[in-house]
């Protein structure tokens, strides 16, 4: 069942007559880099800062960061005094290709069809993009006043990865608080869009021609549309960027606590934001790990399911960003263990005492669910979510 319909940006809710808004906008900030700082070649820099995106990544820095570091390195400038400068630069830049893009033809009737029937709607921008430009375009696009009312709108500043990766898109269900198999994608590029999410398993709908998106919207205003997608089944290919994501999702929300909000809880009965992260650190390696662990060396292995945890999760430590980096090492152990996995491994039995008979793959998926149920928990607990979905 589908409750979560993400809407790409550009070529999709805005009509970007020939696909030349990327490119008129990387044009622009070149040029105005270029004329800021007296650097030679500035489409390069900007091109070079973009493709770090595809790297190696921490999951840690944002898009933002990582483009910004990149350039401030090759102008020779000191990253955080030079950060202003290089936002006033994005924002001016992305308002010159104003003239290419205007609002796609039903995407306001469309969007409004989707959340009257209650479900999640997010705006999938390309995410070199940062929000106060993105809040431009949706105006440009006739959506400047629901703002407010998507679950998530991506941007530089809050995504960790390119829109390409499939890490990109488990990234953005996490932080929406939904499972792949809920989301449905709504985009115009089969590279960029399309493929990548069905590697996490989102399900999608390919905006072949200019009239796509209307044909979406005669669909979603038959009632029950969304009942007939169901979820497909569990391939390896989905646990890695799932994986990934979901550390940058979390990140991605650490990044807005505030001293005070680490030890706050928002109910008695509920976790406080340390808490979250000392049990996600604990259960990586003395669960997750260990499960797999089991699975791969003992033939068919009953793994016994440790009691639920109470409110009172022991506090680990106060230092919770370390507790958020021991989480994320020991995650790429974890990315480690899975890397080289045959097919037969995948597939190797094991019985367990809630889940009954089941294999590695499906509790390796297990270990993606339980990462999301915790940033939904954390999310919420930060106030920066829509009700539970």
């Known amino acids: 069942m589908i409750k979560a319909v993400l809407l790409d940006l550009d070529s999709s809710l805005l009509d970007d007559r020939g696909h030349q808004f990327a490119v008129s906008y990387r044009r622009a900030f070149a040029e105005q880099l270029e004329e800021e700082t007296g650097i030679k070649g500035a489409e390069g820099v900007f091109q070079r800062a973009i493709q770090k995106l595809n790297g190696r990544r921490d999951m840690v820095s944002s898009n933002d960061e990582v483009m910004a570091a990149s350039i401030a390195a090759e102008v020779n400038a000191p990253v955080s005094p030079f950060q202003p400068k290089l936002w006033s630069l994005y924002q001016s830049s992305f308002e010159q290709p104003r003239r290419l893009a205007s609002a796609a033809p039903e995407a306001r009737q469309l969007v409004e069809a989707l959340l009257e029937q209650g479900l999640a709607v997010a705006v999938v921008s390309n995410p070199i993009y940062r929000e106060a430009a993105i809040v431009q375009a949706l105006q440009w696009a006739g959506l400047g006043d629901l703002v407010e009312s998507f679950a998530f709108v991506s941007s530089s500043e809050n995504m960790h990865f390119a829109k390409g990766d499939p890490a990109f898109y488990a990234e953005l269900i996490a932080r929406i608080g939904i499972e792949p198999d809920e989301a449905l994608l709504v985009g115009d590029k089969r590279q960029s869009d399309d493929a990548p999410a069905e ?13 796509a998106l209307g ?9 029950g549309w969304e009942h007939r997608y169901s979820g497909g089944p569990l391939r390896a290919a989905m646990l890695k960027p799932q994986f990934l994501g979901n550390l940058g999702a979390l990140f991605g929300l650490l990044s807005e606590v505030k001293a005070p909000q680490w030890h706050q809880k928002p ?43 109470g409110p009172d999760v022991p506090i680990c430590s106060d230092r919770p960003q370390d507790v958020a ?3 994320r090492k020991k995650r790429l152990t974890t990315l480690e263990l899975i890397a080289d996995l045959a097919p037969e491994d995948w597939l190797r039995p094991a019985r367990h005492s809630i889940f009954g008979l089941t294999n590695l793959l499906e509790m390796a998926y297990f270990t993606a669910q339980h990462d999301r149920l915790h940033v939904s928990q954390l999310c919420q607990t930060l106030g920066k979510c829509l009700d539970p979905i």
């Open 267 to 309: 109910d008695p009965n509920e976790w406080s934001i340390v808490q979250i992260l000392c049990h996600l650190a604990e259960t990586e390696t003395a669960v997750h790990q260990k499960r797999l662990q089991t699975i791969l060396r003992v033939e068919n292995p009953f793994i016994r399911a440790l009691p639920p945890p």
């Open 199 to 211: 590697i996490v398993g989102l399900h999608t709908w390919p905006l072949e021609n200019t009239s």
């Open 215 to 223: 044909s979406l919207l005669e669909q979603v205003q038959n009632a």
């Open 325 to 327: 980096q021991e989480f």
